[in-house]
């Protein structure tokens, strides 16, 4: 997952040649879409118990990025809620800095999309959420 949304674009922007503070969130939630969630973060899927995954910034989450050339992933599993119906079909993953609307920081499009149905669970393995800058 490599695409920024506009709005981290600017943040980023503005703190770099500006000197704008930007507060990093201290929980990023994961989200699941149906289609790519474009810069402003739409088709995240709806269903009985969907509900975003918040995962603690920090050392204990995410792995250094010392040596990988922008890239982390996390360091210990992502599970969504058991599906208590239809989810549909998830292609993309997003990262928000709230647990419902907020701000899309980054979103892209899985390896492999996987149909959710009642009562299965979507889950990231530990190092299966990779995010890369470049």
Do not use: C
Not at 52 to 77: E, H, P, Y
Not at 108 to 123: H, P, Q, R, V, Y
């Amino acid at each position: 997952m490599a695409a920024f949304s506009d709005y981290l674009e600017d943040a980023l922007v503005d703190h770099i040649f500006r000197g704008t503070a930007f507060t990093a969130p201290t929980t990023i939630f994961v989200s699941l879409h149906s289609a790519d969630p474009t810069d402003a973060g739409g088709s995240e899927v709806t269903g009985t118990s969907y509900a975003r995954v918040g995962v603690t910034s920090g050392t204990a989450a995410w792995a250094a990025t010392s040596g990988t050339n922008g890239l982390t992933d996390n360091l210990a599993a992502i599970t969504f809620p058991q599906a208590g119906g239809t989810w549909g079909t998830v292609t993309h993953v997003g990262l928000y800095d709230a647990a419902s609307a907020g701000n899309l920081l980054f979103g892209g499009a899985l390896a492999a999309s996987k149909a959710i149905g009642t009562n299965d669970t979507f889950e990231f393995a530990i190092g299966d959420l990779d995010i890369t800058l470049a």
